[in-house]
C-alpha cells in the first residue's frame, strides 16, 4: 500500500483516511481485537515448517525493469511532481536485463520460489496486438528467458497478472475526468483475454497464478488519495466502481487461465492454481474504549480485507458495500463469481487505526483512517509504519474463515539500513509458524522485496528490498538480513531464541 508524501493533495494521515461503509456491520467479523491484543497462543515460542513450503520474495514488473513507459504509471511518474525526487522507474534494478543475477540472487539465498509480474503494456503494446495475440517479441524472450532460468534453477515460479500498471490504451492519466483503467467496460475482458493469452503461453512452466494485486489498494491510491493514476482525491464512487470492477476482471481471470493452463509443470495433479492477492491490515480502533471508533473499525476491515474476498471466494455481491447482502443490486453466492479462488494470497504489512472523527470524515463513509506516524509505542519502518506481527498472526486466522490454502504473498519493510529487517523477519516468521500451529493453511512466504525498487509515488527513497543495487552498474548485493532469512530458511523452523538474537528495533529513517 502506498504511503502518501505530504506534498501530496491530502496531508499524510488524513489521506490515509480509508473507505468505510455509511450502515454498519461486518458479515464476517472473524476478528476485532484491541491494538494489544494477542492470539491465544502468541506467547508460543517456535514454528517448524514443512518440507515443499515455498520461500521466496516477491516483485513487481514497474517496480523492477526499465521501459514500461507505454502504461499510466510509465505516464504518471513522468509527469512532474508526482513522484518524491523526481525518481524515474528506468533507474531500477532493470532486472529484464539482469536474469541471471537475480536468480542468483534467490538461489544464493536458499530461496525456492519468486513471485513477480508481467507487464502487460510491454508485452501487449497495442490494442490490436492483444486481440490479433502477437506480443512484442523482444519482451517474450525475456519473460520466456526468465521463467526458464527459475525453473532449471528449480525455483517455483507465481505470476501476478496485474500488479498496478495497465496498458495505456486502457488506462490514459492525462484524461482522469474520463473512466479509466477498470472504469472502462472493455478493460474486463481485456483483461481475461491477456490471462488467457499468458497461461496458454506459459502454462506449461507455470501452476501458481496471482491475477490482481491488492485490488482495493489500487483504487484507494489513484480515486481517493490522489497519489496513483488517474489521481484523483475523494471519488468515492469511482473508487467502489473500481474495485467491482476488478472483482469481475478476477473472475473472468480465474476462468480464462483454467481454461488455457491445462499442462500441470510441477507434477502435483494440478495444471493452475489460482488466486487473488490481498493486501489485509490489522484494523483496530484508535480508542478502543470508544464504541464509535469500534464501529468504524468494523465497518473498514470489512471494506479492506473482507469485501473482496466475499466476492471473489463466496460470490457474495455486496453491491453497496454497506456490509450487508439486502441491497437492490446485492446477491449471495453468484455463480459468475463463487468459487474464483484454489488459494488466497495476505500481503501485511502493518496496521491502521481508525475513528469515527478527528479527520477527514469520508463521503458514504464514517471513518477516519490512520496508517502511518501512528501514535503508538510500536517501532517504525522507514515509512513511518508500524512494526506489529501480531497482526500478522490475526490477518492470517481471519483469512482463514475461507477454508482456502494461504500464500504469504508479501511482507516486509523500508529498512535502508537493514539494522530491522533481520529481527521483523524472524518475528513475522514466528507468527505465521504459530498461525499454522493454530491450522492455518499456509503453504507459502513472499519477502517484499527480492531487490531495492521503484515505490510507486514514493520512488527510491524507501528500501525494500533483501539485496540492493548499484545504480551505475545494476550489481547486486546482499543484505546481511537476506543471510538470516536464508539461514532461517535452511532451519526450516524458528524460535523466540533467534529473535532475541537480535538487537532491539532501532530508529527510522523517514522517507514519507
Ligand atoms: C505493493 C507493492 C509495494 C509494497 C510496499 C504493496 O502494497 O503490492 O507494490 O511496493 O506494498 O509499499
Not at 496513483?228 to 484523483?232: A, D
Not at 473472475?251 to 488466486?275: M, R, W
Not at 510500536?378 to 498472526?393: A, R
Not at 475461507?402 to 504469504?408: D, N
Given at each position: 500500500?502506498?504511503?502518501i508524501?505530504p506534498?501530496s493533495p491530502l496531508s499524510s494521515g488524513l489521506l490515509a483516511a480509508?473507505?468505510?461503509?455509511?450502515?454498519?456491520?461486518?458479515?464476517?467479523?472473524?476478528?476485532?481485537?484491541?491494538?494489544?491484543?494477542?492470539?491465544?497462543?502468541?506467547?508460543?515460542?517456535?514454528?517448524?515448517?514443512?518440507?515443499?513450503?515455498?520461500?521466496?520474495?516477491?516483485?513487481?514488473?514497474?517496480?523492477?525493469?526499465?521501459?514500461?513507459?507505454?502504461?499510466?504509471?510509465?505516464?504518471?511518474?513522468?509527469?512532474?511532481?508526482?513522484?518524491?525526487?523526481?525518481?524515474?522507474?528506468?533507474?531500477?534494478?532493470?532486472?529484464?536485463?539482469?536474469?541471471?543475477?537475480?536468480?542468483?540472487?534467490?538461489?544464493?539465498?536458499?530461496?525456492?520460489?519468486?513471485?513477480?509480474?508481467?507487464?502487460?503494456?510491454?508485452?501487449?503494446?497495442?490494442?490490436?496486438?492483444?486481440?490479433?495475440?502477437?506480443?512484442?517479441?523482444?519482451?517474450?524472450?525475456?519473460?520466456?528467458?526468465?521463467?526458464?532460468?527459475?525453473?532449471?534453477?528449480?525455483?517455483?515460479?507465481?505470476?501476478?497478472?496485474?500488479?498496478?500498471?495497465?496498458?495505456?490504451?486502457?488506462?490514459?492519466?492525462?484524461?482522469?475526468?474520463?473512466?479509466?483503467?477498470?472504469?472502462?467496460?472493455?478493460?474486463?475482458?481485456?483483461?481475461?483475454?491477456?490471462?488467457?493469452?499468458?497461461?496458454?503461453?506459459?502454462?506449461?512452466?507455470?501452476?501458481?497464478?496471482?491475477?490482481?494485486?491488492?485490488?482495493?489498494?489500487?483504487?484507494?491510491?489513484?480515486?481517493i488519495q490522489g497519489a496513483?493514476?488517474?489521481?484523483?482525491v475523494l471519488?468515492?464512487?469511482?473508487?467502489?466502481?473500481?474495485?467491482?470492477?476488478?472483482?469481475?476482471?478476477?473472475?473472468?481471470?480465474?476462468?480464462?487461465?483454467?481454461?488455457?493452463?491445462?499442462?500441470?509443470?510441477?507434477?502435483?495433479?494440478?495444471?493452475?492454481?489460482?488466486?487473488?492477492?490481498?493486501?489485509?491490515?490489522?484494523?483496530?480502533?484508535?480508542?478502543?474504549?470508544?464504541?464509535?471508533?469500534?464501529?468504524?473499525?468494523?465497518?473498514?476491515?470489512?471494506?479492506?480485507?473482507?469485501?473482496?474476498?466475499?466476492?471473489?471466494?463466496?460470490?457474495?455481491?455486496?453491491?453497496?458495500?454497506?456490509?450487508?447482502?439486502?441491497?437492490?443490486?446485492?446477491?449471495?453466492?453468484?455463480?459468475?463469481?463463487?468459487?474464483?479462488?484454489?488459494?488466497?494470497?495476505?500481503?501485511?504489512?502493518?496496521?491502521?487505526?481508525?475513528?469515527?472523527?478527528?479527520?477527514i470524515?469520508?463521503?458514504?463513509?464514517?471513518?477516519?483512517?490512520?496508517?502511518?506516524?501512528?501514535?503508538?509505542?510500536?517501532?517504525?519502518?522507514?515509512?513511518?509504519?508500524?512494526?506489529?506481527?501480531?497482526?500478522?498472526?490475526?490477518?492470517?486466522?481471519?483469512?482463514?474463515?475461507?477454508?482456502?490454502?494461504?500464500?504469504?504473498?508479501?511482507?516486509?519493510?523500508?529498512?535502508?539500513?537493514?539494522?530491522?529487517?533481520?529481527?521483523?523477519?524472524?518475528?513475522?516468521?514466528?507468527?505465521?509458524?504459530?498461525?499454522?500451529?493454530?491450522?492455518?493453511?499456509?503453504?507459502?512466504?513472499?519477502?517484499?522485496?527480492?531487490?531495492?525498487?521503484?515505490?510507486?509515488?514514493?520512488?527510491?527513497?524507501?528500501?525494500?528490498?533483501?539485496?540492493?543495487?548499484?545504480?551505475?552498474?545494476?550489481?547486486?548485493?546482499?543484505?546481511?538480513?537476506?543471510?538470516?532469512?536464508?539461514?532461517?530458511?535452511?532451519?526450516?523452523?524458528?524460535?523466540?531464541?533467534?529473535?532475541?538474537?537480535?538487537?532491539?528495533?532501532?530508529?527510522?529513517?523517514?522517507?514519507?
Open positions: 500500500m502506498p504511503t508524501r506534498s480509508l473507505v468505510a461503509l455509511a450502515a454498519a456491520c461486518s458479515k464476517t467479523d472473524a476478528s476485532s481485537a484491541g491494538p494489544d491484543a494477542q492470539a491465544p497462543d502468541a506467547r508460543a515460542s517456535e514454528a517448524d515448517f514443512p518440507p515443499g513450503f515455498l520461500w521466496g520474495s516477491a516483485t513487481a514488473s514497474f517496480q523492477v525493469e526499465s521501459g514500461n513507459a507505454n502504461t499510466d504509471w510509465g505516464v504518471w511518474a513522468a509527469t512532474p511532481g508526482k513522484i518524491k525526487n523526481g525518481d524515474r522507474p528506468d533507474d531500477g534494478p532493470d532486472a529484464l536485463a539482469h536474469i541471471d543475477e537475480d536468480v542468483k540472487a534467490l538461489t544464493d539465498t536458499a530461496q525456492n520460489a519468486y513471485r513477480f509480474s508481467f507487464e502487460w503494456g510491454k508485452l501487449y503494446p497495442t490494442r490490436e496486438s492483444l486481440d490479433s495475440d502477437t506480443p512484442d517479441a523482444d519482451t517474450l524472450a525475456k519473460y520466456t528467458n526468465l521463467v526458464g532460468k527459475l525453473r532449471a534453477a528449480k525455483i517455483t515460479p507465481m505470476l501476478t497478472l496485474s500488479h498496478f500498471s495497465l496498458p495505456l490504451y486502457l488506462s490514459n492519466p492525462r484524461l482522469p475526468k474520463e473512466p479509466q483503467g477498470w472504469e472502462r467496460p472493455e478493460t474486463v475482458q481485456a483483461f481475461a483475454r491477456y490471462c488467457g493469452r499468458i497461461a496458454a503461453r506459459f502454462g506449461k512452466d507455470i501452476d501458481l497464478w496471482a491475477t490482481i494485486n491488492e485490488p482495493v489498494v489500487a483504487p484507494l491510491g489513484g480515486y496513483f493514476p488517474p489521481g484523483l471519488e468515492m464512487d469511482r473508487a467502489f466502481a473500481v474495485v467491482k470492477a476488478e472483482a469481475r476482471g478476477h473472475a473472468a481471470c480465474y476462468d480464462a487461465i483454467h481454461q488455457a493452463d491445462t499442462v500441470d509443470a510441477d507434477g502435483d495433479g494440478k495444471a493452475a492454481l489460482v488466486g487473488p492477492v490481498l493486501h489485509q491490515r490489522e484494523v483496530l480502533p484508535q480508542d478502543p474504549n470508544d464504541e464509535a471508533d469500534r464501529a468504524a473499525t468494523k465497518r473498514v476491515r470489512y471494506f479492506n480485507n473482507l469485501w473482496f474476498a466475499n466476492a471473489s471466494i463466496l460470490g457474495d455481491w455486496d453491491d453497496d458495500f454497506d456490509g450487508s447482502l439486502e441491497g437492490p443490486g446485492d446477491r449471495k453466492a453468484d455463480p459468475a463469481l463463487k468459487g474464483r479462488a484454489d488459494w488466497v494470497g495476505v500481503n501485511y504489512y502493518t496496521i491502521m487505526l481508525v475513528a469515527s472523527s478527528g479527520g470524515v469520508l463521503p458514504r463513509v464514517n471513518a477516519v483512517i490512520k496508517v502511518d506516524r501512528l501514535d503508538t509505542p510500536n517501532p517504525k519502518t522507514d515509512f513511518s509504519w508500524d512494526i506489529h506481527p501480531q497482526g500478522f498472526g490475526a490477518v492470517l486466522d481471519e483469512i482463514a474463515i475461507y477454508k482456502l490454502p494461504v500464500f504469504v504473498t508479501e511482507n516486509g519493510l523500508a529498512d535502508a539500513s537493514d539494522r530491522n529487517r533481520a529481527r521483523f523477519l524472524a518475528e513475522h516468521l514466528l507468527q505465521m509458524g504459530l498461525a499454522r500451529k493454530r491450522g492455518v493453511d499456509v503453504r507459502g512466504y513472499f519477502h517484499w522485496s527480492l531487490i531495492d525498487n521503484f515505490e510507486w509515488n514514493s520512488g527510491y527513497c524507501p528500501r525494500f528490498g533483501l539485496f540492493s543495487f548499484d545504480p551505475k552498474t545494476r550489481a547486486r548485493t546482499m543484505r546481511e538480513s537476506a543471510k538470516t532469512y536464508k539461514s532461517l530458511i535452511l532451519a526450516g523452523r524458528v524460535r523466540q531464541g533467534d529473535i532475541d538474537a537480535f538487537p532491539p528495533y532501532g530508529a527510522p529513517a523517514v522517507c514519507n
